[in-house]
T-cell receptor, first 113, second 110 residues
Framework: DAGVIQSPRHEVTEMGQEVTLRCKPISGHNSLFWYRQTMMRGLELLIYFNNNVPIDDSGMPEDRFSAKMPNASFSTLKIQPSEPRDSAVYFC???????????FGQGTRLTVV | QKEVEQNSGPLSVPEGAIASLNCTYSDRGSQSFFWYRQYSGKSPELIMSIYSNGDKEDGRFTAQLNKASQYVSLLIRDSQPSDSATYLCAVYHNNNDMRFGAGTRLTVKP
């Protein structure tokens, strides 16, 4: 398996634009996590899915953020409109079942100017 | 109180020494604990997992868990410059989602 695949690797966009980050989890994994990492706040859990269903989105910072998982092999994190303070590295991770290790994608470095 | 707390460091040790990294967590019902290593500009990768009280050894790495004290630690023996990275403690919160500490930056000096 190629591991968790995220795209794009880098994204530079202007304030106010819509940004969509994509993630393909490891085949057969049941849970998917979206994290945001910054120097100030570390690795923050934004939302996680279990069997394609959003379980906890309490970490999503505000209504500008939304996430979907239409099927077991694909998830998106959308920011609309984007703001400079959204600049961070966004990681997607997946695991086989609860309480087991999570495998991370390479991350998307987002810069909003 | 944050769900997972770590000393942010930086921690500096000489090559060949033992590096000790510590972590405390707030959810007394947590059952699964992990240490990840993250090199600069890279994604976190799993170093150790531990589920039971006591020690678990894997090569130069030893994870220690004390559920009564809500404490997890990672010892790195014979530290190498290649061990220089940020170490992240992760705990399953409410047994549903994985929460991370802020990470401890370790530097091993040759």
């Amino acid at each position: 398996d190629a591991g968790v695949i995220q795209s794009p690797r880098h994204e530079v966009t202007e304030m106010g634009q819509e940004v969509t980050l994509r993630c393909k989890p490891i085949s057969g994994h049941n849970s998917l996590f979206w994290y945001r990492q910054t120097m100030m706040r570390g690795l923050e859990l934004l939302i996680y899915f279990n069997n394609n269903v959003p379980i906890d989105d309490s970490g999503m910072p505000e209504d500008r953020f939304s996430a979907k998982m239409p099927n077991a092999s694909f998830s998106t994190l959308k920011i609309q409109p984007s703001e400079p303070r959204d600049s961070a590295v966004y990681f997607c991770a997946s695991n086989l079942q609860g309480n087991t290790e999570a495998f991370f994608g390479q991350g998307t470095r987002l810069t909003v100017v | 109180q944050k769900e997972v707390e770590q000393n942010s460091g930086p921690l500096s040790v000489p090559e060949g020494a033992i590096a000790s990294l510590n972590c405390t967590y707030s959810d007394r019902g947590s059952q699964s604990f992990f240490w990840y290593r993250q090199y600069s500009g890279k994604s976190p990768e799993l170093i150790m997992s531990i589920y039971s009280n006591g020690d678990k050894e894997d090569g130069r790495f030893t994870a220690q868990l004390n559920k009564a004290s809500q404490y997890v630690s990672l010892l790195i023996r014979d530290s190498q410059p290649s061990d220089s990275a940020t170490y992240l403690c992760a705990v399953y919160h409410n047994n549903n989602d994985m929460r991370f500490g802020a990470g401890t930056r370790l530097t091993v000096k040759p």
